[in-house]
């Protein structure tokens, strides 16, 4: 492995595939952390399973799991799914696995950036986050791949969205927080993400999900379904806090032109009634920096946005709302050639996020940029909307 | 990773390759454990480093590192060398890495023998011995190679050498010891080699080096250096213990034939002068199972025969001592399409084994049979005496 300080992705030619592009496979982690999950993980590692299961319909998929874990994650997943040991604080692949990039020539290269917990000692959620931050290189390491170091820049894959043609979705929540990268600018970031993910125009959405404590990632609001279209977490409550969001998103998207001037089609997608915690769920999680880290009552920031995009299917969560059904045939029509999936997700909720927060997808290796372009009827399996 | 309990290699037309033909990459652990590697193991892990990049400029090198080290093992290796994340309990790859196997198609599977720390309960070197245990299979969903399930049998990779045409070198005073397979007989030993090597002739030597802790591992006596042809750790002072000791396996040598029939070249390897412990080395062990590993002027069990065959290169050990450079000459002459990388190994031996134990070559897959038959001059890096 070839740690790349001195260049960028965008000097070197390589840009970030969006997540329908197709995949080599996908990194997932597997959980374990008694103030993270309830009731030591137990219920957690099932829904993870499931997630890892449905994906690996797909793509080859790979969970890192602790010494600890080790053998309880390999007799619980199929043998198509590769088990590695691999030390993390948590279990958010998205956040903290490498953001891969990719050339003409279909060469793969990792992106390490920096990880704090979501806010380092500002607001971050956990302490240490040492291992989390290893991850991104160990796992480079271990697909032979080279990296660029880009650990000076704090970035959680969950909080950019790509759609691989030259357009980069964010919050302002999230990546003008203070806990992350203080000296930088709006100015100084949108570069550092241009050079990184060679994109070449950066939407800002003014905020994310109510609750969401990563700061609102974009990945729990807004995603790319195809070049020019996005879902958008929505509520018709005009009482909900939520709404008002919402709206400020949609309103920025509906004003705003993509990397390629085209405006971009808005989804909604609804969002399920709240999701609160329950007591008995709060009694089994441990404290964290001495306090509790979810209270009986609080709500969760829950939305069926945070899907993964496999190369055949939809993985989506559910939370046993009325919603989840229109969810789902949303999902359908935007992707008619992929199966959707629908995981009932709350013991991944709880832990404070969702399946796009736990996996992250590794694009292809090899020429296969035809593949993005191709017209619908020439692989009936494979998602081939272009505009 | 797919575990296969219900056939054998060879049933399924799999053989060990020797290890002087062509590898795809070596594995190695990184060595930490305080009770085997004096001071903290400072001064093995630079030997280690020294072994791996000696390999590494001929084939791909893995190094398995724990949680602990691996930023360590990390920034002191170059980064032709891959470092994986790997619990494990010491660092002797040859004894508990998988045991790789090869068919005509040039598919690869591992053997994972179970392992017992030497001896287990009965004379055992450390306890416990799980993570060392888990290693091979683990090894094998790393790589994506399926397994074969044999760790109802206990055996360590240093305890065998196979001439890839179907013969295949123990101990007696290993494989038929108290603490392995108490059970079995020698036929039933012979019949578990023959179906999981694809051998047909166990050549049984009687002993190995003295004091070798391992039970006398044949990998530090006797190797093959070609097919028919062996070299066997040697002295010619009579009054040394160990002159019995390989006399009687010159003796069994020279009347013995191989699975082919032929009778078998031995090239005598002189033996360094006695190593032996110094007080200032034993205060930087730490004590293990209540008692001290090592005492003032124990004798290491030293020989030149502990040396790895890469692809380009013999990587062997030296002792300071005035036979270093005989036993490098006698190598040279034996491979002399490899350059023969004499490494000064005195922190290896005082853990107990040497460049052999702490090594396990990888075949390469793919069909490369014609490799092996291949003269000498059709790629002069490469080893390729045939009778």
Redesign the interface.
């Known amino acids: ?3 790349i300080k001195d260049s960028t992705p965008s000097a070197d030619g390589f840009r970030m595939p969006a997540e329908y592009e197709k995949h080599e496979g996908c990194i997932m982690i597997f959980p374990e952390r008694s103030d993270s999950w309830q009731y030591g993980g137990y219920a957690a590692r099932k829904a993870f399973v499931k997630v890892a299961e449905a994906i690996a319909g797909s793509e080859k998929v790979t969970v890192c799991a602790s ?1 600890r874990q ?2 309880n994650a ?1 007799s619980m997943l199929s ?1 198509r799914i ?6 993390s604080n948590d279990a958010w692949a998205r956040d903290y696995c490498p953001t891969f990039v990719k050339n003409d020539r279909g060469e793969i290269r990792g992106i390490d950036w920096g990880f704090n917990a979501w806010g380092g000692l500002f607001d971050g959620l956990y302490f240490p986050w040492d ?1 989390d931050n ?1 991850m991104a ?2 796992l480079c ?2 697909m ?1 791949q080279d990296v660029y170091d880009k650990r000076d820049f704090i970035l959680e894959g969950g909080s950019i969205h790509v759609d691989g043609q030259g357009t980069c979705l964010v919050t302002e929540s999230c990546l003008l927080s203070k806990g992350r990268n203080p000296e930088l600018d709006r100015v100084e970031i949108e570069k550092i993400l241009c050079d990184y993910l060679n994109v070449s125009k950066i939407l800002w959405l003014p905020s994310g999900i109510y609750g969401d404590e990563t700061n609102e990632h974009v990945d729990n609001i807004c995603a790319f379904t195809a070049p020019g279209e996005v879902v958008l977490a929505w509520t018709e409550d005009v009482t909900d806090v939520q709404y008002d969001m919402s709206k400020a998103c949609l309103e920025y998207l509906e004003s705003a032109t993509d990397a390629k001037g085209r405006s971009i089609r808005v989804h909604k997608l609804p969002l399920p009634k709240p999701v609160t915690m329950t007591a008995q769920e709060c009694d089994g999680l441990d404290a964290c920096w001495g306090e509790a880290t979810r209270t009986p009552g609080e709500r969760l920031a829950a939305s069926y946005v945070n899907f993964y995009i496999a190369n055949h299917s939809i993985v989506m969560p559910g939370f046993g709302d009325p919603s989840d059904e229109k969810a789902k045939m949303i999902l359908s029509d935007l992707f008619p050639n992929r199966e959707v999936i629908q995981i009932y997700a709350r013991d991944i909720l709880i832990g404070g996020g969702n399946i796009h927060c736990i996996t992250q997808q590794i694009p292809t290796s090899g020429r296969d940029m035809e593949w993005v372009k191709a017209p619908k009827e020439a692989h009936p399996l494979v998602q081939s909307r272009s505009d």
């Open positions: 492995m070839r740690i010494g080790y053998d390999r043998e590769r088990v590695v040991e691999m030390s291992q290893q290189r160990k390491d271990l032979n």
